[in-house]
C-alpha cells in the first residue's frame, strides 16, 4: 500500500473504504473479517451489509482464524 492510499484510508472501515485497485477488493475484506473475528470487535449493521454484498463477489474462500486469548 502506497503511503498517499495509506492516508486515504485513515480509520474508515469498509463502508467507506476499498482498496483502489478492485483486485485487491475481496483481500482487503477477507483481512478485515479475520481481524474482526480474531479480536472481537463491534461490526455494526452498515458494515454488515457491506461486508455480504462484496462477498458475494468474491470466490468461496475458507478462513482460518486464532481467536485471541
Do not use: F
Request: proline residues 6%.
Amino acid at each position: 500500500m502506497s503511503a498517499k492510499s495509506n492516508r486515504s484510508k485513515a480509520d474508515k472501515d469498509v463502508t467507506e473504504w476499498l482498496p483502489p485497485a478492485a483486485g485487491y477488493h475481496c483481500t482487503h475484506i477477507i483481512d478485515w473479517t479475520v481481524v474482526k473475528t480474531r479480536w472481537g470487535p463491534s461490526v455494526d449493521q452498515a458494515e454488515a451489509d457491506t461486508l455480504h454484498r462484496l462477498a458475494a463477489a468474491c470466490p468461496n474462500t475458507e478462513l482460518t482464524v486464532t481467536l485471541a486469548r
